[in-house]
């Protein structure tokens, strides 16, 4: 109890801060308004990852502007989404190159 905003911020800053750099969208200068529009419009996510994105953020502005408490299932739910997101947007690795 009382981490839950805490939480939201953070994960909701790494996944606009992955996106910004990953597919050049400009997350953190915008609103969720204006980065959600951005990102729907982008042919770079598809569909699924489009509406991923914009579920994902309006669920952490409820808990950070309209003070939602969600549960800890949907903290969980909400760290998944993130890592479903990065996981299936992340580039294979090109040929040739060697594993960390």
Known sequence: ??????????LSSIVRSYLERRFGLHAP???TDEFIREATGS???????????AVFL????LVK?????P????MRNAAAAAERLVTET?????PGASAP
Do not use: I, K, M, N
């Open 1 to 10: 109890q009382g981490l839950v905003e805490p939480f939201y911020v953070e």
């Open 65 to 69: 502007f309209a003070r939602h408490q």
């Open 90 to 94: 992340t580039p294979p690795p090109s």
């Open 43 to 53: 042919r770079l996510l598809s569909l699924d990852h489009q509406q991923l994105v």
């Open 71 to 74: 549960g800890a299932a949907d």
């Open 58 to 61: 309006e669920q952490s502005d």
């Open 29 to 31: 200068e915008q609103t």
